[in-house]
């Protein structure tokens, strides 16, 4: 029997998706539906990653008459999921992996990729301090520190199989998913460049010719919070279906703008997902898929926590002005005040996809993924002290000032929003299948290119500042009075302003293969898989950048003279017209995986798996080349722009062991690994400055740590779940431009030793009106450190250890009319816990800021399916 169970798993057959003949449907129906039987059924297995247009089913699976009777019936959800690009179940899958089913995306609330903070164990996902929409995603202690259109991310986010590149708007909700699968490790393989940490699977659900269905979930809450998902499926004949889904949804921010401008923090979001599926032949399916997303928003705000201590060069003589003007306070604050009106923020994409599967013989299908994204992400961003101060102002609002009108002309400079763009073009084509009986396979090419930057045009505002009476203490002490009359009529101020436009062209093609094999020994319980990537990367960035500053005067307040700051006061910072840098790279990824079942509900697998990040090129680095000489501290780095970064490449060992006990109520998987970094990309701020960086390779680390994942249904209607990893990541060498070694500081600042997820899952009452069902979650991400600038400034920028309680309780499948409705009533955060999100320590008036998460919020869904 153990031997026929491994046969029917290699063996797929010649089947049609949307036509499987009644042994396979019902087989699939038992592998995705054996769950708790007071629970909804797991996701239905989405092929939009997978080759093969059929899915595996065991033999060992039981026929219909042996299901188990009502009070036999609690069992663990299984998953089917396509993380090695063929369905197969999580727990069949040696990788470690997360993998969240519709059910358990709505019990969590998890509509979009940054909701997965804190339910995916040893991931961190904050926000870029200058666009909320912009996360920045770490897996294992693998991510990146900075988010620039010319720097890629280090965890692969990909939607129905298609790559996105950059990291602006991924805080979109989706309309539709049906799945989200999180891969933890290099997957550089199979998914190519920029997994050196991991890939991020979502998996919208597709067309059904099968009949009319209709889905309707309405949301209120907390903060003005509103939102409406609908999603039709209509049947157009026997082979082709269309399926829409619309989103609109609107949320307030928790911090009060007392200030003009709008609120911190607020949203409103509108999107549209068209999906149609032709059956065109009995060998050929063609799936059309269009997204468009349209999100309004006012960025959330910095609040001070400290006063600055630390150097910001010429700033020095203007940051105890600042600091009057600016709020402080290590409580979360309810309200803050800009200065300059705060300006709307927004976010456009739009995506084609197209996927061509083609059944070529019983054991063989080729698929075609092709793709065109566009990306338009608008994103203005209030630095200041949060008083509301006109005369100190980090932002790139309208500037009137004497300095405005010398740098902008006779209305001063205006409201400057700056703007990412990009376009991406992606294919791939599949071929896979089985051979010789024993060898599953699958092999392809990939090719992608895009084109986008970053403009910040024309010359615009981005800080200004006055002299405090208090560097004249000298002078003032015999006459106090005298103080504010000087501070805000006579005294001198400084301004800058920028003018920027930074431009991309990136190609990658890739040849990709990997085989699994199972030889004729040990009952067929051993699976050798060999997996390659050939990767070849061709990057091109230009750079024109323009930063003047004024010292400007003014008499009770009417302008009287701005005066530009001589080049030879700002060292290290050079002019770019036009600058041009490229690069070529090449990678080779191999990955080895053995597995052997230790049973039919375990197994046990061993793997070596490697990946790189691209190169790239620091547009933060005021300096073109290394001929440019000394920067603003002083320092001959000798590199500049130009020069740029070379991957970093990642190599892992991980050790797993996935298994389910007492028909399926008990599950135990866990997963040992160790991990090493090679050319580490560091970036690192220029002492004394506020935004200047320098990026090299120079790091070499490890990652050691363990995951552990727990599940059990204790009795029928009550699931217990436990979620756990653990990391050990120590940056082992960084050398400065002396050759001493400074790892102390470059510690990883997304790598909590801790973090895990508890859960309740408790269906505690089941009658023939529906049920009801409470879901209770702890989440806890533990103490992670932050950016070190000097060692006088560690732990500024470090986040403490947190933890979150959340729950909802559901009435659920209640009849109404021809459908069924869900009635939820939810919260987050049920202690209003303050934590913060992410901290900087570079403001000329705060050495340490942060963005606050989410406080208490309640809420009531409610769901109606028709089908």
């Known amino acids: 029997m153990r031997n026929q169970g491994s046969a029917g798993r290699r063996s797929t057959g010649n089947v049609r998706v949307g036509a499987a003949p009644p042994t396979i449907a019902i087989g699939t129906v038992l592998a995705c539906c054996a769950g708790l039987h007071a629970a909804p059924a797991c996701a239905a297995e989405s092929d939009a990653d997978t080759p093969l247009p059929t899915i595996a089913v065991s033999v060992e699976a039981p026929p219909a008459e042996a299901l188990p009777r009502d009070d036999e019936a609690y069992q663990l959800e299984e998953i089917i999921v396509t993380a090695q690009r063929r369905a197969a179940s999580v727990q069949q899958t040696p990788i470690s992996m997360e993998a969240f089913s519709s059910d358990k995306l709505q019990q969590r609330g998890i509509d979009s990729v940054d909701d997965l903070a804190g339910n995916v164990p040893s991931m961190v996902i904050e926000p870029h301090p200058l666009s909320s929409t912009t996360l920045r995603i770490t897996i294992r202690g693998v991510g990146v520190t900075d988010a620039q259109v010319t720097q890629d991310p280090a965890v692969g986010i990909y939607l129905d199989g298609v790559y996105l590149a950059r990291s602006a708007g991924l805080a979109l909700d989706l309309a539709d998913l049906e799945r989200v699968e999180v891969l933890r490790g290099p997957q550089g393989a199979l998914y190519g460049r920029n997994t050196t940490g991991g890939a991020v699977n979502m998996i919208t659900r597709r067309p059904s010719v099968d009949g009319f269905a209709l889905s309707q979930a309405l949301t209120v809450g907390s903060r003005n919070q509103l939102s409406s998902k609908t999603s039709i499926n209509v049947p157009l004949g026997d082979t082709f279906a269309a399926k829409l889904a619309v989103l609109g949804a609107r949320r307030d921010g928790f911090v009060e703008n007392t200030g003009p401008g709008g609120d911190f923090g607020d949203r409103r979001e509108q999107a549209y997902r068209l999906d149609t599926r032709w059956l065109a032949t009995d060998a050929l399916n063609v799936d059309y898929s269009y997204d468009f997303s349209d999100l309004r928003y006012y960025n959330a705000f910095f609040q001070a926590i400290s006063p600055s201590d630390a150097p910001h060069g010429m700033a020095d003589l203007f940051k105890p002005y600042a600091q009057s003007e600016s709020v402080f306070s290590t409580r979360r604050l309810s309200s803050?005040?800009?200065?300059?009106?705060?300006?709307?923020?927004?976010?456009?994409?739009?995506?084609?996809?197209?996927?061509?599967?083609?059944?070529?013989?019983?054991?063989?299908?080729?698929?075609?993924?092709?793709?065109?994204?566009?990306?338009?992400?608008?994103?203005?961003?209030?630095?200041?002290?949060?008083?509301?101060?006109?005369?100190?102002?980090?932002?790139?609002?309208?500037?009137?000032?004497?300095?405005?009108?010398?740098?902008?002309?006779?209305?001063?400079?205006?409201?400057?929003?700056?703007?990412?763009?990009?376009?991406?073009?992606?294919?791939?084509?599949?071929?896979?299948?089985?051979?010789?009986?024993?060898?599953?396979?699958?092999?392809?090419?990939?090719?992608?290119?895009?084109?986008?930057?970053?403009?910040?045009?024309?010359?615009?505002?981005?800080?200004?500042?006055?002299?405090?009476?208090?560097?004249?203490?000298?002078?003032?002490?015999?006459?106090?009075?005298?103080?504010?009359?000087?501070?805000?009529?006579?005294?001198?101020?400084?301004?800058?302003?920028?003018?920027?436009?930074?431009?991309?062209?990136?190609?990658?093609?890739?040849?990709?293969?990997?085989?699994?094999?199972?030889?004729?020994?040990?009952?067929?319980?051993?699976?050798?898989?060999?997996?390659?990537?050939?990767?070849?990367?061709?990057?091109?960035?230009?750079?024109?950048?323009?930063?003047?500053?004024?010292?400007?005067?003014?008499?009770?307040?009417?302008?009287?003279?701005?005066?530009?700051?001589?080049?030879?006061?700002?060292?290290?910072?050079?002019?770019?017209?036009?600058?041009?840098?490229?690069?070529?790279?090449?990678?080779?990824?191999?990955?080895?995986?053995?597995?052997?079942?230790?049973?039919?509900?375990?197994?046990?697998?061993?793997?070596?798996?490697?990946?790189?990040?691209?190169?790239?090129?620091?547009?933060?680095?005021?300096?073109?080349?290394?001929?440019?000489?000394?920067?603003?501290?002083?320092?001959?780095?000798?590199?500049?722009?130009?020069?740029?970064?070379?991957?970093?490449?990642?190599?892992?060992?991980?050790?797993?062991?996935?298994?389910?006990?007492?028909?399926?109520?008990?599950?135990?998987?866990?997963?040992?690994?160790?991990?090493?970094?090679?050319?580490?990309?560091?970036?690192?701020?220029?002492?004394?400055?506020?935004?200047?960086?320098?990026?090299?390779?120079?790091?070499?680390?490890?990652?050691?740590?363990?995951?552990?994942?727990?599940?059990?249904?204790?009795?029928?209607?009550?699931?217990?779940?436990?979620?756990?990893?653990?990391?050990?990541?120590?940056?082992?060498?960084?050398?400065?431009?002396?050759?001493?070694?400074?790892?102390?500081?470059?510690?990883?600042?997304?790598?909590?030793?801790?973090?895990?997820?508890?859960?309740?899952?408790?269906?505690?009452?089941?009658?023939?009106?529906?049920?009801?069902?409470?879901?209770?979650?702890?989440?806890?991400?533990?103490?992670?450190?932050?950016?070190?600038?000097?060692?006088?400034?560690?732990?500024?920028?470090?986040?403490?250890?947190?933890?979150l309680y959340n729950a909802r309780i559901t009435a659920g499948e209640l009849p109404l009319g021809k459908g069924r409705l869900d009635l939820s009533a939810w919260g987050r955060n049920l202690a209003d816990r303050e934590y913060p999100l992410t901290a900087i320590d570079n403001l000329p008036h705060a050495d340490r800021a942060v963005i606050w998460g989410e406080p208490r919020a309640f809420g009531v869904d409610l769901i109606y399916r028709f089908q």
Not at 460 to 476: C, E, G, M, V, Y
């Open 336 to 803: 803050l005040a800009t200065g300059a009106p705060y300006a709307e923020s927004s976010a456009r994409i739009q995506g084609h996809t197209l996927v061509l599967t083609q059944t070529l013989g019983e054991q063989l299908s080729a698929k075609y993924i092709g793709s065109y994204r566009r990306l338009n992400d608008r994103q203005y961003a209030d630095l200041g002290g949060g008083g509301g101060s006109t005369g100190y102002r980090v932002d790139t609002q309208s500037y009137d000032g004497p300095a405005g009108i010398a740098a902008g002309g006779a209305d001063g400079t205006p409201l400057v929003i700056p703007e990412v763009y990009q376009r991406q073009w992606s294919h791939e084509l599949q071929l896979s299948g089985t051979v010789f009986e024993r060898v599953e396979f699958i092999v392809g090419a990939y090719t992608f290119s895009e084109k986008g930057g970053e403009r910040g045009g024309p010359t615009h505002h981005i800080f200004n500042t006055k002299l405090d009476p208090s560097q004249l203490n000298f002078a003032l002490d015999a006459v106090p009075g005298l103080r504010p009359l000087l501070r805000d009529t006579l005294l001198p101020g400084l301004a800058a302003f920028w003018d920027y436009d930074i431009g991309i062209d990136n190609e990658a093609t890739a040849l990709f293969g990997q085989l699994t094999w199972t030889p004729p020994i040990l009952d067929d319980d051993l699976r050798v898989t060999l997996g390659l990537r050939q990767s070849w990367d061709r990057r091109s960035a230009r750079k024109d950048f323009l930063q003047t500053q004024y010292i400007e005067g003014t008499v009770l307040g009417q302008g009287l003279i701005a005066l530009p700051v001589p080049q030879a006061l700002l060292p290290g910072v050079d002019e770019f017209d036009n600058v041009r840098a490229q690069r070529r790279d090449r990678n080779f990824a191999p990955t080895v995986n053995l597995q052997y079942d230790l049973s039919s509900s375990a197994t046990t697998y061993v793997s070596y798996a490697t990946a790189y990040k691209s190169g790239g090129f620091n547009t933060r680095d005021p300096q073109v080349s290394g001929a440019s000489g000394p920067a603003s501290d002083g320092t001959n780095y000798g590199f500049g722009f130009v020069d740029g970064f070379k991957p970093e490449t990642v190599r892992s060992l991980e050790t797993g062991l996935k298994s389910e006990w007492f028909q399926r109520r008990l599950r135990f998987n866990t997963a040992v690994f160790d991990t090493r970094y090679r050319d580490m990309q560091t970036n690192f701020m220029i002492p004394g400055t506020i935004s200047d960086t320098k990026s090299r390779n120079s790091g070499k680390a490890r990652i050691r740590g363990f995951e552990v994942e727990g599940g059990f249904a204790v009795t029928q209607g009550l699931i217990l779940g436990l979620q756990y990893a653990y990391l050990d990541a120590v940056v082992q060498e960084v050398l400065d431009i002396n050759g001493n070694n400074v790892a102390n500081l470059y510690p990883f600042i997304a790598a909590p030793p801790h973090s895990y997820v508890g859960t309740v899952d408790w269906t505690f009452l089941q009658r023939g009106w529906g049920n009801l069902r409470a879901y209770l979650s702890y989440q806890y991400v533990g103490d992670r450190q932050g950016f070190v600038i000097t060692e006088d400034k560690r732990g500024l920028t470090a986040i403490d250890g947190y933890g």
